[in-house]
């Protein structure tokens, strides 16, 4: 994650409001005959955004409308992607289907069943609620079909966590208040946690977490794990854990390199640097090396220290995680070096 800035950051719009407005856009044309150039939609607490209509076609019982996602100041992959609604009468109520670029579900643990297009609980609502409301006011019956495009979905959505949560062959259509919050850590934890529901509907025994792309890889390695049991932790291990009690699988490992398993050790539970740094003076307290206070990094001591410190941060950051969970879960502990060699286990 990157540090939030000083300035004023942009709010964008999440995928889900642009179908919604995608959607709200293709109903004038399917039954008004035209498309309007912007619609405005009202959003789950009472934001009333208005969207820029970027291509529209109308047919003989068909419309469609797609609106290009803004996702403001956030690093989003779906920033600038097209969102298209393609409408058809249905043979009876509101039909979701899946066109190109939208994922399928393949895994049970998801809001939305195996099979489904992966269309999230709350932009159905939305959609429902705008094809009901413009049904009622123009005297027509609310039996449509409703099918969303992201042409480029496929590709962008192997730079997301769909693959690994069984979302096979593009992206969700996500959000829950339809507004897109710069560098909010809520998508983050929110992944992790579709990752456990995933984990606890398969029966998964063995669970990891882990700090970064090499810590993922050794763990990973280490345990013959599969790519489903392995959750998208990056820095928020407590927002991991504390779910995790709730949603308990037998065993979890937590990986990770040595200067934000020293944070753990000491007892952090958000690792990013802007959050939470290593307390040099009390690890040279502990390690009774005094030395250490005058060091910059966890690596430079650990480079002084060796295999002393390591083991003493592997069992410290243990105890750390295991105060957070019941003692139905086991848990365990690998630390690394850059270069992904173990250090330490416990």
């Given amino acids: 994650m990157t540090r939030k800035p000083d300035i004023e950051l942009r709010r964008g719009w999440t995928t889900g409001a642009c179908a919604t407005g995608a959607v709200q856009a293709a109903l004038c044309g399917l039954w008004e005959g035209r498309v309007p150039n912007k619609v405005q939609i009202t959003l789950p607490r009472g934001e009333t955004p208005v969207f820029q209509i970027e291509h529209s076609e109308v047919g003989d019982g068909w419309a469609k409308a797609s609106i ?5 100041d956030d690093p989003d992959v779906t920033h600038q992607a097209l969102i298209e609604a393609s409408l058809k009468i249905s043979d009876g109520g509101i039909v979701f289907k899946g066109g190109v670029g939208i994922g399928h579900v393949t895994r049970p643990g998801l809001p939305i069943t195996v099979g489904e297009p992966a269309i999230n609980p709350v932009p159905r609502e939305m959609m429902r609620a705008v094809v009901n409301d ?3 006011r123009l005297g027509e019956a ?3 079909e409703i099918t969303l495009s992201v042409p480029n979905g496929a590709a962008l959505a192997l730079k997301t966590w769909n693959p690994r949560l069984g979302i096979i062959g593009g992206l969700s259509i996500l959000g829950t208040t339809g ?3 710069p560098f909010s850590c809520a998508a983050w934890i929110a992944s992790i946690h579709r990752g456990i529901d995933v ?9 990891a977490g882990c700090t970064g792309a090499t810590s993922e890889r050794v763990v990973q390695g280490l345990y013959e794990l599969p790519d489903h049991a392995m959750l998208d932790m990056g820095d928020f291990v407590g927002g991991l854990l504390k779910y995790l009690a709730k949603h308990p699988v037998p065993r979890i490992t937590i990986g990770g390199g040595i200067g934000k398993m020293t944070k753990l050790a000491q007892g952090a539970r958000d690792l990013h640097s802007g959050r939470s740094q290593v307390d040099l003076v009390a690890l040279g307290q502990v390690l009774g090396r005094s030395e250490i206070a005058d060091m910059n990094t966890a690596l430079q001591a650990y480079e002084t220290i060796g295999k002393p ?7 410290n950051a243990l105890s750390t995680i295991s105060d957070m969970l019941p003692d139905t879960v086991s848990a365990d502990v690998v630390v690394i070096d850059r270069k992904g060699e173990v250090l330490a286990r416990a």
């Fill in 142 to 144: 609310p039996d449509i």
């Fill in 179 to 181: 507004i897109v919050r």
């Fill in 309 to 315: 410190m390591a083991n003493w941060v592997a069992q």
């Fill in 68 to 72: 290009i996602k803004d996702a403001g």
């Fill in 134 to 136: 413009t049904a009622a």
């Fill in 199 to 207: 984990a606890c509907a398969e029966n998964l025994p063995h669970v």
